[in-house]
């Protein structure tokens, strides 16, 4: 069992910046892939970033260049630092880790936090 809290999200004017923060708790060790997601309405959830235990990432294209995820291992925590930040950002965003035992990965999913970008 892995708990999920994020926190960081809010209102941002166009061309700003937020920073994201997700904490686990509970059964943490194991824990391969740390990303976050993004869903807005009507649309499915999607990929916005991704960071492996060995500190290897991975980005969409929209959010490349303008987006960095970041871990900590030891504080079971993963960020992620939001510049430049466009209209089209606008969505909940979900913190979400899996953890691996055995052949079986198990998937946990945070509360969403909402971002919104308007001017």
């Known amino acids: 069992q892995v708990q999920l809290v994020e926190s960081g999200g809010g209102l941002v004017q166009p061309g700003g910046s937020l920073r994201l923060s997700c904490v686990a708790s509970?059964?943490?060790?194991?824990?391969?892939?740390m990303g976050w997601y993004r869903q807005a309405p009507g649309k499915e959830r999607e990929l916005v970033a991704t960071?492996?235990?060995?500190?290897?990432?991975n980005y969409a294209d929209s959010v490349m260049g303008r987006f960095t995820i970041s871990r900590d291992n030891a504080k079971n925590t993963v960020d992620l630092q939001m510049n430049r930040l466009k209209p089209e950002d606008t969505d909940v965003y979900y913190c979400?880790?899996?953890?691996?035992?055995?052949?079986?990965?198990?998937?946990?999913w945070g509360q969403g936090t909402q971002v919104t970008v308007s001017s």
């Open positions: 509970g059964s943490t060790s194991r824990i391969n892939v």
């Open positions: 960071t492996r235990s060995d500190g290897s990432t």
């Open positions: 979400h880790v899996d953890r691996v035992v055995g052949w079986v990965a198990y998937d946990y």
